[in-house]
């Protein structure tokens, strides 16, 4: 209402001031009698008419003004409805989520109480068991290798050696074994140069060597004997035993310093190889000087020959032979090898 009456005035004004112009306007004579001078007739009817059409005109304007202005009004009051509403409802459901999330926190508070007991019993058994693993740790790590021991990876001690893991066997003869070389899958490469020899390779759990370095020390921490473990094709298994195993250090290329007496179900085939050095076919070291035995077979001790088992040859998938292949007598394939060695002195009577 306040912006038509501002309008209205507005209109009032500017006609009334119209009208007063054209009433003392120069459109009268010199006598005054409100003609032209050339004869026309007096315009002031004319223009207050069209003064009345446009005031007409403006308050129809006025008057659409007015209603839209009321169309407005109820539609601003009717969204300012709708958003007290909703923020009413917006209000009772961020309670209702509140008493939801509070309820939520106290039944998982809950529980976790009783989640987290069974854990914490767990945990005190898990700490009561360790220390006793320990214990059991320190007693194994005595010295005495694999002794007592059952098949499997251990933690052991040998005489001036660092404690190591180490795959004991526990089923042969008496067990207390440490196995030092095992083939039975393929999964591992044995054509490998001298540094991967010296310092061992392979998976402890599956196949692997334990290294000529370690192997050094240990044989001579006190007297070994070996075993040597054969599986053919046709699931028959030969070994050999020598009862006082040992080899050289680095600087005398790892020699086979000692074998003893020979026990076996088969040919005593480390013969042709005693203090012969180790050999590789990138550190060629046997005495064999127009041929490279490792390169051209595999790595292995060798003296003036290439006599000897090739327990490092190719693993074929099937019975063959072939010079190159793993084998006892330098010719016949086997399907899997094993070498472990113990103690004699902790052998069980």
Known sequence: MHLQRVLSLCVFILLSGFENVISTSSWLDDNGSGRSPDGEEDLYGSYCQNCQAYKSKLYEYLRAIEQNQKVLS??????????????MRFRDQNSELSKTIEGLRLSNEFLLKILLEPLRQLKNMTKAIGTQAEVELKDNLTGTGCKGLSSGIHKIKVPGLEPFNALCNADIQGGGWIVIHKRFDRSESFN??????????????GEFFIGLEQLHRITNSERYELRLHLTDFDGTVDFASYNNFSIANASNDYALESLGDFLGTIDNRMQFVLNGKFSTFDHDTDAFDAF???????????NKNCLGPKLNGVHYKRRFSASDSMSWDGNSALNAVQMLIRPISKVEK
């Open 292 to 302: 490279n035995c490792a390169l051209n077979y595999s790595a292995w001790w060798f």
């Open 74 to 87: 109820t539609e601003h009051y009717e969204l300012n409805h709708r958003l007290a509403m909703m923020d």
């Open 192 to 205: 490998r140069r001298w540094s991967d020899f010296s310092h061992g390779f392979g998976q402890i759990n």
